[in-house]
C-alpha cells in the first residue's frame, strides 16, 4: 500500500473487554513497530518485528499485552483485560528492515477505555 | 530511561519568524530523525540525519547534529500558521532497531 494502514481508527471499549487493533505496513517493509502515545506525551516503544519474529519486545508494559505478526505482512497487537491507563494512540510504524531506513508510522488507533 | 529530551517544550511565534527546536539524546546514534505530529495522531517523517552527517536541509528546514555533544536542532525558516504541530526527535542507537524518541515540543504559529 501507499503508506502505513492501522484500524481502528478510534475504538470505545469497556474496562476489563480485549482488544485487537490491525496494521497493514508498507508492502515490501520487513520491519514493523508498535508505539504508545499517552495523551500530551511522547511516544513508548512497545515492541519490533523483522519478519515475523520479535527480537526487541521490551516495552510491552505487562502480560495483557501481546503482538504477533504474519510474515512480513499485517500485524495485530492485542490487549487483553484493558484498563483505563491503557488509553492512549498506538501507532505503527514499519521500515525496509535496515538500520539507515527511514522509519513511517500510520495514523493510529485511538483507543478509550471506560 | 533512554527518553531523549527536547527543548522548548512550546514554542510560540509569529508567521514569518524562524523556530528553533532543540533535542538532546543518550547514546551514540546511527541516525537521528524528526518528525511533525498534528492533533495528537499519526507521524510525518520530516529529515533523517545520519551519524556522520552534521547539517542536512530539506525545503524550509534545517537539521543539525553534534555527535560530541549529543544533540541535534531543528530550525524552520519563514515559518507559516500550517507549520503548528508537535515536532519530535527520535533517534535510532547503535545496535538498535527502534528509534527513541524525545519528549516533543509544541509549536505554534500565530497569523
Known amino acids: 500500500g501507499a503508506g502505513v494502514s492501522q484500524s481502528p481508527s478510534n475504538k470505545v471499549t469497556e474496562k476489563g473487554k480485549d482488544v485487537e487493533l490491525r496494521c497493514d505496513p508498507i508492502s515490501g517493509h520487513t520491519a514493523l513497530y508498535w508505539y504508545r502515545q499517552r495523551l500530551g506525551q511522547g511516544l513508548e516503544f512497545l515492541i519490533y518485528f523483522q519478519g515475523n519474529s520479535a527480537p526487541d519486545k521490551s516495552g510491552l508494559p505487562s502480560d495483557r499485552f501481546s503482538a504477533e505478526r504474519t510474515g512480513e505482512s499485517v500485524s495485530t497487537l492485542t490487549i487483553q483485560r484493558t484498563q483505563q491507563e491503557d488509553s492512549a494512540v498506538y501507532l505503527c510504524a514499519s521500515s525496509s528492515g535496515t538500520s539507515w531506513d527511514t522509519i513511517y508510522f500510520g495514523e493510529g488507533s485511538w483507543l478509550t477505555v471506560v | 530511561s533512554q527518553q531523549g529530551e527536547e527543548d522548548p517544550q512550546a514554542l510560540s511565534i509569529q508567521e514569518g519568524e524562524n523556530a528553533t527546536m532543540n533535542c538532546s539524546y543518550k547514546?551514540?546514534?546511527?541516525?537521528l530523525q524528526w518528525y511533525r505530529q498534528n492533533s495528537g495522531r499519526g507521524l510525518v517523517h520530516l529529515i533523517l540525519?545520519?551519524?556522520?552527517?552534521r547539517e542536512k536541509h530539506s525545503g524550509r528546514l534545517r537539521v543539525t547534529l553534534d555527535t560530541s555533544k549529543k544533540s541535534s536542532s531543528l530550525l524552520i525558516t519563514a515559518s507559516r500558521a500550517a507549520d503548528t504541530a508537535s515536532y519530535f526527535c527520535?533517534?535510532?542507537?547503535?545496535?538498535?532497531?527502534?528509534?527513541?524518541f524525545g519528549t516533543g515540543t509544541r509549536l505554534l504559529v500565530s497569523p
Open positions: 547514546t551514540s546514534i546511527n541516525n
Open positions: 540525519i545520519r551519524s556522520n552527517e
Open positions: 527520535a533517534s535510532r542507537n547503535t545496535g538498535f532497531q527502534k528509534l527513541v
